[in-house]
């Protein structure tokens, strides 16, 4: 039964009283599922187009983050496994990524409002013309200070973590890096997301309960947050929903 119009904003009145004077997480992971399954229930024949949905989504989203003075949202766009889906499917993806890089490198909001762009992930998988993008859009926010968008492409914890080693082992045999200097602190200087704060608050969509491999190391002490919502219908008042939870509990950080 669909809730009357009246009804939704006296909720959404009530969520933004609960949410606006609570602890804000300072950094947002993004595990953006569903947008197939989106696709499918509305119809479309191709079910890629529901990726198209999902990236539109994420300026929506970043708009709502940057009202609330959140600084860092991190974005798992492409997987280390995704590369196992179809061709067609991949060919789709790394299309609609490209042109959202493309599109990040002239957008007046982008420059606005501040954000800088980094990429995370092995990049010594993509493609030329992928790299040569993310390189473009890096160099052009590089100086900007406000916001944080972090996309993770061709991404997976685990090889972030293999990746942090082979570079521990390779000082190591250098002679810039002593056995005895490795600390926690000291090997998370050799992640891809060196210097940038671990994720307070991290949100799946779609009604999966699991990481997915996402920011393995980084996450050991973020609060999840999982919704059956699919991600390109994700609203406002979800993600309210996700910070009113979050200011809920009580983060100890093992104490």
């Known amino acids: 039964m669909k809730v009357p119009a009246f009804f939704y904003r006296l909720y959404e009145q009530m969520l933004w009283r609960q949410i606006q004077a609570g602890p804000k997480p300072r950094h947002i992971g993004l595990i953006v599922d569903g947008n197939r399954r989106f696709a499918r229930t509305k119809g479309y024949t191709n079910t890629s187009e529901g990726h198209t949905a999902g990236s539109e989504k994420l300026e929506v989203f970043l708009d709502w983050c940057w009202k609330l003075d959140i600084n860092i949202v ?24 490209l042109r959202k890089l493309r599109q990040y490198q002239v957008d007046p909001v982008i420059f606005r409002e501040k954000v800088k762009i980094k990429v995370i ?34 991404y997976g914890g685990r090889a972030e973590i293999v990746d942090a080693v082979k570079k521990v082992a390779a000082e190591i045999k250098a002679g810039r890096l002593e056995v005895a200097e490795i600390t926690e602190e000291k090997f998370g200087q050799f992640m891809y997301t060196e210097g940038i704060p671990d994720p307070d608050l991290i949100i799946r969509t779609s009604g999966e309960e699991r990481l997915s491999g996402f920011l393995l190391w980084q996450s050991a002490y973020s609060e999840l947050y999982f919704t059956d919502v699919y991600w390109p219908a994700f609203r406002m008042i979800d993600f309210w929903r996700a910070l009113r939870i979050y200011q809920q509990r009580e983060r100890r950080f093992g104490k």
């Open 74 to 97: 991190t974005l798992f766009g492409f997987s280390t496994e995704n590369f196992n889906r179809s061709p067609e499917e991949v060919d789709y993806l790394m299309d609609l990524i």
């Open 121 to 154: 992930g092995r990049r010594e998988d993509l493609s030329d013309e992928m790299v040569q993008e993310i390189e473009k859009v890096e160099a052009l926010t590089r100086d900007h200070d406000r916001f944080l968008l972090n996309i993770a492409i061709s």
